[in-house]
């Protein structure tokens, strides 16, 4: 029995060892999510701006507040609020229609840039989301790059819904005949 304490303590040190070589030696994790939509650009461009719709494809997600700034500009801020109670700032950096929407972001947990790309590749749009962000803490900082496979599944399944109700929407040419 002792033998076993000493293994499983040895274990838990060996744990804590590695969070904390992981929260000095990595700053930043990034992840790359992408999804490929077969309707036109416009069509992908409008669904995704819709906050009408967020809910639809964001995990979680219940509602967006505008808090500054000329809205869907560059420098607008928003807050998005999601079921669990959590809060993420969103300030916009760039958007050019049908090409790229970039926002900083900020949460209790981390900060971090995302840019969401439409590339018309001719029979189908490519849709990509590039993240990167730290944690807010020590702790968080060797956290996120454990997590880093979760966040980027879960964010893979969020743009797969994303393109599926792209498909399913109104605005798509061929919505009416499915």
Do not use: C
């Not at 990034?30 to 069509?43: F, G, H, L, Q, W």
């Not at 944690?135 to 996120?144: D, E, H, I, K, Y």
Request: no cysteine; hydrophobic share 45%; proline share 4%.
């Amino acid at each position: 029995m002792k033998r076993i304490l000493y293994t499983l303590s040895v274990l838990v040190a060996g744990g804590l060892a590695a969070l904390i070589l992981l929260g000095l030696f990595i700053d930043e994790v990034s992840y790359t999510a992408t999804a490929r939509v077969n309707a036109p650009i416009e069509a992908a461009w409008q669904t995704f701006m819709d906050g009408e719709r967020m809910r639809e494809w964001m995990p979680g997600f219940e509602r967006i507040e505008h808090l500054s700034g000329e809205p869907m500009t560059a420098g607008a801020t928003y807050r998005l609020y999601f079921e669990n109670g959590d809060l993420l700032t969103e300030t916009i950096t760039e958007i050019v229609p049908h090409q790229e929407y970039s926002f900083d972001m900020e949460t209790n947990l981390f900060t971090g840039q995302t840019s969401v790309t439409f590339e018309d590749m001719g029979r189908f749009i490519r849709m990509q989301q590039t993240s990167s962000f730290r944690g807010s803490t020590f702790v968080w900082r060797a956290l996120l790059p454990v997590l880093k496979p979760l966040i980027q599944r879960q964010q893979m399944a969020a743009m797969d819904r994303l393109a599926d109700l792209i498909e399913q929407s109104p605005t798509h040419p061929d919505a009416a005949d499915s």
